[in-house]
Protein backbone atom coordinates (compact mmCIF):
# COMPACT_ATOMS: atom_id res chain seq x y z
CA UNK A 1 0.00 0.00 0.00
CA UNK A 2 1.20 3.78 -0.68
CA UNK A 3 0.99 6.25 1.17
CA UNK A 4 0.39 9.87 0.40
CA UNK A 5 3.15 12.24 3.06
CA UNK A 6 2.02 15.87 2.62
CA UNK A 7 3.48 18.73 4.70
CA UNK A 8 0.94 22.22 4.75
CA UNK A 9 1.48 25.42 4.74
CA UNK A 10 3.13 26.43 1.23
CA UNK A 11 1.27 28.26 -1.38
CA UNK A 12 0.95 26.98 -4.76
CA UNK A 13 2.36 28.19 -7.90
CA UNK A 14 2.87 26.79 -11.41
CA UNK A 15 1.20 26.12 -14.88
CA UNK A 16 -0.56 22.53 -14.87
CA UNK A 17 -2.19 20.68 -18.18
CA UNK A 18 -4.93 18.59 -17.27
CA UNK A 19 -5.31 14.91 -17.67
CA UNK A 20 -8.10 13.29 -19.51
CA UNK A 21 -11.11 12.91 -18.13
CA UNK A 22 -12.36 9.86 -16.50
CA UNK A 23 -15.57 9.90 -16.84
CA UNK A 24 -15.10 10.57 -20.58
CA UNK A 25 -13.18 8.02 -21.52
CA UNK A 26 -14.95 5.04 -19.50
CA UNK A 27 -17.87 5.25 -22.05
CA UNK A 28 -15.88 6.12 -24.85
CA UNK A 29 -13.65 2.66 -23.86
CA UNK A 30 -17.30 1.04 -23.76
CA UNK A 31 -18.30 2.64 -27.39
CA UNK A 32 -15.18 1.26 -28.99
CA UNK A 33 -17.38 -2.23 -28.96
CA UNK A 34 -19.82 -0.68 -31.87
CA UNK A 35 -17.37 -0.94 -34.35
CA UNK A 36 -15.53 -3.88 -35.60
CA UNK A 37 -12.24 -2.26 -35.67
CA UNK A 38 -9.60 -0.03 -34.40
CA UNK A 39 -10.55 3.42 -31.85
CA UNK A 40 -7.12 5.37 -31.61
CA UNK A 41 -7.85 7.26 -28.40
CA UNK A 42 -5.61 10.81 -27.52
CA UNK A 43 -5.64 12.31 -24.24
CA UNK A 44 -6.27 9.14 -22.46
CA UNK A 45 -5.86 9.20 -18.98
CA UNK A 46 -4.09 6.51 -16.98
CA UNK A 47 -5.66 5.63 -14.22
CA UNK A 48 -7.10 2.20 -12.28
CA UNK A 49 -10.74 2.31 -14.08
CA UNK A 50 -9.39 2.73 -16.94
CA UNK A 51 -7.01 -0.13 -16.49
CA UNK A 52 -10.49 -1.98 -15.42
CA UNK A 53 -11.89 -1.24 -18.73
CA UNK A 54 -9.42 -2.30 -20.82
CA UNK A 55 -9.58 -6.06 -18.39
CA UNK A 56 -13.37 -5.80 -19.02
CA UNK A 57 -12.28 -5.30 -23.17
CA UNK A 58 -9.96 -7.79 -23.21
CA UNK A 59 -12.24 -10.39 -21.33
CA UNK A 60 -15.20 -9.85 -24.14
CA UNK A 61 -11.67 -10.94 -26.70
CA UNK A 62 -10.21 -7.40 -27.65
CA UNK A 63 -6.85 -5.43 -27.32
CA UNK A 64 -5.41 -2.42 -26.56
CA UNK A 65 -2.13 -0.76 -26.62
CA UNK A 66 -0.68 2.16 -25.04
CA UNK A 67 1.40 4.72 -26.84
CA UNK A 68 2.25 7.24 -24.47
CA UNK A 69 -1.09 8.67 -23.36
CA UNK A 70 -2.74 7.35 -26.36
CA UNK A 71 -4.86 4.17 -26.01
CA UNK A 72 -5.31 2.21 -29.89
CA UNK A 73 -8.28 -0.50 -29.09
CA UNK A 74 -8.70 -3.36 -31.69
CA UNK A 75 -12.34 -4.76 -31.26
CA UNK A 76 -12.58 -6.93 -34.26
CA UNK A 77 -11.52 -9.79 -32.63
CA UNK A 78 -14.86 -9.50 -30.11
CA UNK A 79 -16.11 -12.93 -28.99
CA UNK A 80 -18.50 -12.87 -26.43
CA UNK A 81 -20.44 -10.91 -24.21
CA UNK A 82 -19.97 -11.93 -20.61
CA UNK A 83 -18.10 -9.93 -18.22
CA UNK A 84 -17.27 -12.31 -14.84
CA UNK A 85 -18.27 -10.63 -11.40
CA UNK A 86 -14.89 -9.95 -10.75
CA UNK A 87 -14.44 -7.30 -13.22
CA UNK A 88 -17.97 -6.24 -12.86
CA UNK A 89 -16.67 -5.29 -9.34
CA UNK A 90 -13.41 -3.54 -10.04
CA UNK A 91 -15.80 -0.50 -10.77
CA UNK A 92 -19.06 0.45 -10.40
CA UNK A 93 -19.47 1.97 -14.05
CA UNK A 94 -18.78 -1.33 -15.59
CA UNK A 95 -22.61 -1.23 -16.32
CA UNK A 96 -21.85 1.10 -19.17
CA UNK A 97 -20.26 -2.05 -21.18
CA UNK A 98 -23.82 -3.61 -21.39
CA UNK A 99 -25.43 -1.34 -23.82
CA UNK A 100 -22.37 -1.25 -26.48
CA UNK A 101 -22.44 -5.16 -25.92
CA UNK A 102 -25.89 -5.38 -26.65
CA UNK A 103 -25.61 -2.17 -29.49
CA UNK A 104 -22.65 -4.74 -31.24
CA UNK A 105 -23.72 -8.68 -30.36
CA UNK A 106 -27.21 -8.39 -28.72
CA UNK A 107 -26.43 -11.02 -25.88
CA UNK A 108 -24.91 -9.93 -22.95
CA UNK A 109 -24.31 -11.61 -19.27
CA UNK A 110 -23.18 -9.40 -16.36
CA UNK A 111 -23.24 -9.34 -12.73
CA UNK A 112 -25.51 -7.13 -11.25
CA UNK A 113 -23.03 -3.92 -10.32
CA UNK A 114 -23.44 -4.02 -6.64
CA UNK A 115 -23.46 -0.97 -4.38
CA UNK A 116 -20.43 1.73 -3.76
CA UNK A 117 -18.57 3.90 -1.35
CA UNK A 118 -21.51 6.47 -2.51
CA UNK A 119 -24.10 4.61 -1.55
CA UNK A 120 -26.73 2.38 -3.46
CA UNK A 121 -26.26 2.60 -7.05
CA UNK A 122 -29.47 1.44 -8.99
CA UNK A 123 -29.12 0.88 -12.34
CA UNK A 124 -33.23 0.69 -12.78
CA UNK A 125 -33.40 3.46 -15.14
CA UNK A 126 -30.77 1.65 -17.47
CA UNK A 127 -32.44 -1.38 -17.79
CA UNK A 128 -36.08 0.42 -18.14
CA UNK A 129 -34.54 2.18 -21.22
CA UNK A 130 -33.39 -0.85 -22.83
CA UNK A 131 -36.21 -3.26 -22.32
CA UNK A 132 -38.27 -0.38 -23.60
CA UNK A 133 -35.78 -1.04 -26.93
CA UNK A 134 -36.50 -4.21 -26.95
CA UNK A 135 -34.12 -5.88 -24.55
CA UNK A 136 -35.36 -8.96 -22.60
CA UNK A 137 -33.28 -8.54 -19.14
CA UNK A 138 -33.52 -11.26 -16.04
CA UNK A 139 -32.04 -10.87 -13.38
CA UNK A 140 -30.87 -14.38 -11.89
CA UNK A 141 -28.25 -14.95 -9.15
CA UNK A 142 -27.03 -11.85 -8.73
CA UNK A 143 -26.70 -11.70 -13.07
CA UNK A 144 -28.38 -9.80 -15.38
CA UNK A 145 -28.93 -12.33 -18.54
CA UNK A 146 -29.26 -9.75 -21.40
CA UNK A 147 -30.96 -10.77 -24.84
CA UNK A 148 -31.70 -8.15 -27.81
CA UNK A 149 -31.50 -9.90 -31.67
CA UNK A 150 -32.99 -6.84 -32.57
CA UNK A 151 -32.98 -3.44 -30.53
CA UNK A 152 -35.70 -0.94 -31.98
CA UNK A 153 -34.96 2.81 -31.44
CA UNK A 154 -38.23 4.12 -29.52
CA UNK A 155 -38.79 7.07 -27.65
CA UNK A 156 -37.43 6.99 -23.90
CA UNK A 157 -37.99 9.32 -21.16
CA UNK A 158 -35.35 9.11 -17.84
CA UNK A 159 -37.48 9.91 -14.65
CA UNK A 160 -34.13 11.65 -13.47
CA UNK A 161 -31.39 12.44 -16.28
CA UNK A 162 -28.70 9.69 -14.81
CA UNK A 163 -25.44 10.12 -16.68
CA UNK A 164 -24.79 5.92 -16.90
CA UNK A 165 -28.32 5.32 -18.61
CA UNK A 166 -28.22 8.49 -21.16
CA UNK A 167 -24.85 6.87 -22.34
CA UNK A 168 -26.24 2.78 -21.92
CA UNK A 169 -29.21 4.51 -24.05
CA UNK A 170 -27.23 6.51 -26.65
CA UNK A 171 -24.91 3.25 -27.28
CA UNK A 172 -27.79 0.63 -27.86
CA UNK A 173 -29.40 3.05 -29.55
CA UNK A 174 -26.56 2.98 -32.55
CA UNK A 175 -26.69 -0.70 -32.66
CA UNK A 176 -30.68 -0.36 -32.82
CA UNK A 177 -32.75 -0.16 -35.78
CA UNK A 178 -34.60 3.14 -36.54
CA UNK A 179 -34.66 6.62 -34.37
CA UNK A 180 -34.31 6.69 -30.64
CA UNK A 181 -35.35 9.74 -28.82
CA UNK A 182 -33.63 10.32 -25.51
CA UNK A 183 -35.98 12.60 -23.36
CA UNK A 184 -34.42 13.91 -20.18
CA UNK A 185 -30.95 12.89 -20.78
CA UNK A 186 -27.85 14.02 -18.65
CA UNK A 187 -26.35 17.16 -19.97
CA UNK A 188 -22.86 16.42 -18.61
CA UNK A 189 -19.77 17.70 -20.89
CA UNK A 190 -18.71 13.82 -21.05
CA UNK A 191 -21.71 13.33 -23.23
CA UNK A 192 -21.06 15.56 -25.78
CA UNK A 193 -17.48 14.04 -25.78
CA UNK A 194 -19.00 10.59 -26.15
CA UNK A 195 -21.31 12.36 -28.62
CA UNK A 196 -17.89 13.43 -30.32
CA UNK A 197 -16.47 10.13 -30.54
CA UNK A 198 -19.67 8.46 -31.70
CA UNK A 199 -19.78 10.85 -34.75
CA UNK A 200 -16.00 10.20 -35.81
CA UNK A 201 -17.07 6.58 -35.62
CA UNK A 202 -19.54 7.34 -37.98
CA UNK A 203 -22.65 7.09 -36.07
CA UNK A 204 -25.37 9.44 -36.37
CA UNK A 205 -25.44 11.69 -32.43
CA UNK A 206 -27.50 14.57 -31.80
CA UNK A 207 -28.28 16.79 -29.36
CA UNK A 208 -25.74 15.92 -26.48
CA UNK A 209 -25.40 18.48 -24.05
CA UNK A 210 -28.95 19.46 -24.00
CA UNK A 211 -31.84 17.29 -22.61
CA UNK A 212 -32.76 15.76 -25.68
CA UNK A 213 -30.58 13.24 -27.68
CA UNK A 214 -31.67 11.36 -30.65
CA UNK A 215 -29.85 8.71 -32.50
CA UNK A 216 -30.58 7.29 -35.74
CA UNK A 217 -29.10 4.06 -35.20
CA UNK A 218 -27.05 0.72 -37.49
CA UNK A 219 -25.24 3.67 -39.49
CA UNK A 220 -22.22 2.29 -40.99
CA UNK A 221 -19.41 2.68 -38.82
CA UNK A 222 -15.67 2.76 -38.97
CA UNK A 223 -12.31 3.04 -37.30
CA UNK A 224 -11.37 6.52 -35.94
CA UNK A 225 -9.22 8.62 -33.67
CA UNK A 226 -10.61 10.99 -30.83
CA UNK A 227 -8.69 13.15 -28.40
CA UNK A 228 -10.56 12.98 -24.85
CA UNK A 229 -11.34 16.42 -22.93
CA UNK A 230 -9.59 17.46 -19.89
CA UNK A 231 -11.44 16.24 -16.89
CA UNK A 232 -12.91 19.03 -15.02
CA UNK A 233 -13.22 17.46 -11.56
CA UNK A 234 -9.80 17.29 -11.34
CA UNK A 235 -8.86 20.77 -12.35
CA UNK A 236 -11.66 21.64 -9.82
CA UNK A 237 -9.50 19.82 -7.31
CA UNK A 238 -6.51 21.73 -7.88
CA UNK A 239 -8.12 25.33 -7.76
CA UNK A 240 -9.67 24.28 -4.75
CA UNK A 241 -5.97 23.25 -3.27
CA UNK A 242 -4.31 26.48 -4.83
CA UNK A 243 -7.35 28.41 -3.08
CA UNK A 244 -7.00 26.73 0.29
CA UNK A 245 -3.03 26.84 0.10
CA UNK A 246 -2.78 30.43 -1.53
CA UNK A 247 -1.09 31.52 -4.55
CA UNK A 248 -1.27 31.32 -8.32
CA UNK A 249 -2.05 28.74 -10.62
CA UNK A 250 -2.91 27.96 -14.31
CA UNK A 251 -4.63 25.22 -15.76
CA UNK A 252 -4.11 24.39 -19.27
CA UNK A 253 -6.62 22.56 -21.71
CA UNK A 254 -9.42 23.11 -19.76
CA UNK A 255 -12.70 24.42 -21.18
CA UNK A 256 -13.45 26.57 -18.41
CA UNK A 257 -17.10 26.69 -19.04
CA UNK A 258 -17.26 23.15 -18.19
CA UNK A 259 -15.74 24.89 -14.28
CA UNK A 260 -18.59 27.60 -14.13
CA UNK A 261 -20.26 26.17 -10.72
CA UNK A 262 -16.77 25.99 -9.17
CA UNK A 263 -14.92 28.82 -9.94
CA UNK A 264 -17.92 31.05 -8.81
CA UNK A 265 -17.90 29.66 -5.33
CA UNK A 266 -14.32 30.08 -5.37
CA UNK A 267 -14.69 33.82 -6.73
CA UNK A 268 -17.58 33.99 -3.87
CA UNK A 269 -14.94 32.93 -1.73
CA UNK A 270 -12.18 35.73 -2.32
CA UNK A 271 -10.43 34.36 -5.25
CA UNK A 272 -9.60 35.68 -8.39
CA UNK A 273 -10.06 33.77 -11.04
CA UNK A 274 -9.52 34.98 -14.97
CA UNK A 275 -10.34 32.81 -17.93
CA UNK A 276 -10.09 32.44 -21.65
CA UNK A 277 -10.77 29.54 -24.29
CA UNK A 278 -8.85 26.62 -22.84
CA UNK A 279 -7.62 27.48 -19.67
CA UNK A 280 -8.21 29.03 -16.47
CA UNK A 281 -6.01 30.70 -13.78
CA UNK A 282 -6.72 31.39 -9.59
CA UNK A 283 -5.32 33.65 -7.35
CA UNK A 284 -5.73 33.37 -3.75
CA UNK A 285 -4.70 34.95 -0.78
CA UNK A 286 -5.44 31.45 1.46
CA UNK A 287 -7.95 33.23 3.47
CA UNK A 288 -11.42 32.54 2.22
CA UNK A 289 -14.68 33.65 3.12
CA UNK A 290 -17.83 31.15 3.77
CA UNK A 291 -20.12 31.22 0.46
CA UNK A 292 -24.08 30.78 0.17
CA UNK A 293 -25.09 26.88 0.34
CA UNK A 294 -23.91 24.66 -1.94
CA UNK A 295 -26.54 22.32 -3.71
CA UNK A 296 -24.81 19.68 -6.00
CA UNK A 297 -27.25 19.10 -9.12
CA UNK A 298 -26.80 17.52 -12.33
CA UNK A 299 -25.04 19.71 -14.99
CA UNK A 300 -24.68 22.49 -15.32
CA UNK A 301 -25.52 22.39 -11.82
CA UNK A 302 -22.53 22.08 -8.88
CA UNK A 303 -20.72 18.74 -9.66
CA UNK A 304 -21.40 16.29 -7.11
CA UNK A 305 -17.98 14.94 -7.72
CA UNK A 306 -16.64 18.61 -6.88
CA UNK A 307 -18.47 18.69 -3.48
CA UNK A 308 -15.56 17.10 -1.20
CA UNK A 309 -12.94 19.24 -2.53
CA UNK A 310 -14.97 22.20 -2.26
CA UNK A 311 -15.76 21.71 1.50
CA UNK A 312 -11.86 20.99 2.08
CA UNK A 313 -11.27 24.36 0.53
CA UNK A 314 -13.70 25.97 3.10
CA UNK A 315 -12.30 23.92 6.15
CA UNK A 316 -10.59 27.53 7.43
CA UNK A 317 -12.75 29.98 5.79
CA UNK A 318 -14.19 33.07 7.85
CA UNK A 319 -18.15 32.13 8.42
CA UNK A 320 -20.16 29.05 7.66
CA UNK A 321 -20.83 26.89 4.30
CA UNK A 322 -23.75 25.03 4.20
CA UNK A 323 -23.40 21.80 1.55
CA UNK A 324 -26.80 20.04 0.29
CA UNK A 325 -25.61 16.46 -1.53
CA UNK A 326 -28.76 15.71 -3.61
CA UNK A 327 -26.62 13.68 -5.94
CA UNK A 328 -25.96 10.36 -4.24
CA UNK A 329 -27.04 9.16 -0.30
CA UNK A 330 -23.81 8.68 1.18
CA UNK A 331 -21.03 11.16 -0.02
CA UNK A 332 -19.78 12.93 3.57
CA UNK A 333 -17.94 9.93 4.18
CA UNK A 334 -14.86 12.26 4.05
CA UNK A 335 -16.39 14.12 6.89
CA UNK A 336 -14.62 11.91 9.88
CA UNK A 337 -11.35 12.19 8.24
CA UNK A 338 -11.23 15.98 7.68
CA UNK A 339 -12.76 16.58 11.33
CA UNK A 340 -9.25 14.44 12.34
CA UNK A 341 -7.96 17.45 10.81
CA UNK A 342 -9.62 19.88 12.95
CA UNK A 343 -12.39 20.30 10.86
CA UNK A 344 -15.67 21.44 12.17
CA UNK A 345 -18.54 20.01 10.27
CA UNK A 346 -21.89 18.82 11.00
CA UNK A 347 -23.64 16.26 9.12
CA UNK A 348 -27.74 15.24 8.76
CA UNK A 349 -28.24 13.85 6.00
CA UNK A 350 -27.70 15.08 3.12
CA UNK A 351 -26.67 18.60 4.54
CA UNK A 352 -23.15 19.41 5.99
CA UNK A 353 -22.24 22.05 8.21
CA UNK A 354 -18.65 23.55 7.36
CA UNK A 355 -18.02 25.97 10.32
CA UNK A 356 -14.65 27.61 9.78
CA UNK A 357 -11.89 26.86 12.16
CA UNK A 358 -8.53 29.19 12.55
CA UNK A 359 -6.10 26.35 11.85
CA UNK A 360 -5.91 22.84 10.76
CA UNK A 361 -3.58 20.39 11.77
CA UNK A 362 -1.61 17.86 9.88
CA UNK A 363 -3.31 13.85 10.58
CA UNK A 364 -3.17 10.43 9.88
CA UNK A 365 -6.09 9.92 7.43
CA UNK A 366 -7.44 7.50 5.02
CA UNK A 367 -8.86 7.71 1.91
CA UNK A 368 -12.86 6.36 1.91
CA UNK A 369 -13.58 7.09 -1.89
CA UNK A 370 -12.22 8.89 -4.91
CA UNK A 371 -13.34 12.22 -4.28
CA UNK A 372 -13.21 11.98 -0.31
CA UNK A 373 -9.54 10.94 -0.75
CA UNK A 374 -8.57 13.85 -3.10
CA UNK A 375 -10.14 16.37 -0.78
CA UNK A 376 -7.71 15.04 2.23
CA UNK A 377 -5.11 16.02 -0.22
CA UNK A 378 -6.69 19.78 -0.56
CA UNK A 379 -7.27 20.09 3.48
CA UNK A 380 -3.76 18.52 4.12
CA UNK A 381 -2.06 21.42 1.73
CA UNK A 382 -4.05 24.23 4.00
CA UNK A 383 -2.82 22.33 7.42
CA UNK A 384 -0.15 23.04 10.05
CA UNK A 385 2.63 20.25 9.95
CA UNK A 386 2.72 16.49 8.12
CA UNK A 387 -0.33 14.57 6.63
CA UNK A 388 -0.17 11.18 5.74
CA UNK A 389 -2.91 10.03 3.01
CA UNK A 390 -3.48 6.25 3.13
CA UNK A 391 -5.58 3.54 0.99
CA UNK A 392 -4.39 5.31 -2.05
CA UNK A 393 -6.48 3.19 -4.89
CA UNK A 394 -9.35 5.38 -4.34
CA UNK A 395 -7.26 8.39 -5.46
CA UNK A 396 -5.34 6.00 -8.21
CA UNK A 397 -8.99 5.99 -9.84
CA UNK A 398 -9.18 9.11 -11.21
CA UNK A 399 -6.29 10.87 -10.97
CA UNK A 400 -3.23 9.92 -13.01
CA UNK A 401 -0.41 11.46 -10.39
CA UNK A 402 -1.92 13.39 -7.73
CA UNK A 403 1.13 14.06 -6.02
CA UNK A 404 3.20 14.88 -9.24
CA UNK A 405 0.74 17.10 -10.11
CA UNK A 406 0.60 19.31 -6.97
CA UNK A 407 4.37 18.80 -6.97
CA UNK A 408 5.00 20.49 -9.84
CA UNK A 409 2.68 23.39 -7.95
CA UNK A 410 5.12 23.99 -5.36
CA UNK A 411 3.48 21.49 -2.91
CA UNK A 412 5.29 19.51 -0.50
CA UNK A 413 4.24 15.88 -1.47
CA UNK A 414 5.64 12.72 -1.53
CA UNK A 415 3.97 9.34 -2.31
CA UNK A 416 5.64 6.73 -0.36
CA UNK A 417 5.82 2.91 -0.22
CA UNK A 418 4.67 0.98 2.50
CA UNK A 419 8.27 -0.43 3.11
CA UNK A 420 9.95 3.45 3.64
CA UNK A 421 9.52 4.50 7.43
CA UNK A 422 7.15 6.76 7.64
C1 LIG B 1 -21.62 9.28 -13.13
O1 LIG B 1 -22.04 8.23 -12.30
C2 LIG B 1 -20.16 9.54 -12.78
N1 LIG B 1 -19.39 8.33 -13.07
C3 LIG B 1 -20.04 9.90 -11.31
O2 LIG B 1 -18.66 10.21 -11.06
C4 LIG B 1 -20.87 11.16 -11.06
O3 LIG B 1 -20.82 11.47 -9.68
C5 LIG B 1 -22.33 10.89 -11.47
O4 LIG B 1 -22.37 10.48 -12.87
C6 LIG B 1 -23.20 12.13 -11.33
O5 LIG B 1 -22.66 13.16 -12.09
C7 LIG B 1 -19.01 8.09 -14.35
O6 LIG B 1 -19.35 8.82 -15.26
C8 LIG B 1 -18.14 6.88 -14.58
P1 LIG B 1 -25.97 8.82 -12.30
P2 LIG B 1 -23.47 7.50 -12.58
O7 LIG B 1 -26.52 7.64 -13.01
O8 LIG B 1 -23.71 7.40 -14.02
C9 LIG B 1 -29.50 7.54 -9.39
C10 LIG B 1 -16.64 10.15 -9.88
O9 LIG B 1 -16.31 10.52 -8.74
N2 LIG B 1 -29.79 6.48 -10.36
O10 LIG B 1 -26.06 10.16 -12.94
O11 LIG B 1 -23.52 6.24 -11.77
C11 LIG B 1 -28.19 7.28 -8.65
O12 LIG B 1 -28.41 6.44 -7.54
C12 LIG B 1 -17.94 9.41 -10.10
O13 LIG B 1 -15.96 10.37 -10.92
C13 LIG B 1 -30.93 5.69 -10.20
O14 LIG B 1 -31.69 5.87 -9.26
O15 LIG B 1 -24.46 8.57 -11.93
C14 LIG B 1 -27.76 8.66 -8.22
O16 LIG B 1 -28.44 9.00 -7.02
C15 LIG B 1 -18.70 9.19 -8.80
N3 LIG B 1 -31.19 4.70 -11.10
C16 LIG B 1 -28.28 9.55 -9.35
O17 LIG B 1 -29.25 8.77 -10.06
C17 LIG B 1 -30.36 4.47 -12.18
O18 LIG B 1 -30.67 3.56 -12.99
C18 LIG B 1 -27.22 10.00 -10.33
O19 LIG B 1 -26.62 8.85 -10.84
C19 LIG B 1 -29.21 5.28 -12.32
C20 LIG B 1 -28.94 6.28 -11.41
Redesign the pocket.
Known amino acids: MNYLKITGGVRLHGELEIQGA??SV??ILAATLLNAGESVIHHCPKLQ?VDASIRILKQLGCSARWEGNTLTVHTQDMNCGEIPDHLMRE???SV?FLGAILGRCGRAVLSYPGGCE???????????ALRAMGARIEERGGYLHCSAPKLQGCEITLS????????NVILAACGAEGTTVLCNA?R?P?IVDLQAFLCAMGADVQGAGSSTVVIQGQKKLHDCEHRVISDR?VAATYLAAAAAAGGEILLRHVDYRHLSPVTAALKEAGCTVRSHLDWVQLQSSGGLRAVRPVRTA??PGF???AQAVLMAAMLKSRGTTVFIEN???NRYRHVDELTRMGANIRTEGRVAVVCGVPVLHGARVRST???GGAALAVAALSAQGESVISELHHID??YADLAGDLARLGARVARVDEDEKI
Open positions: KNLPDMRSILGPRPIDLHLDLPSVGATEAEEIPYPTDIFEDLRRG
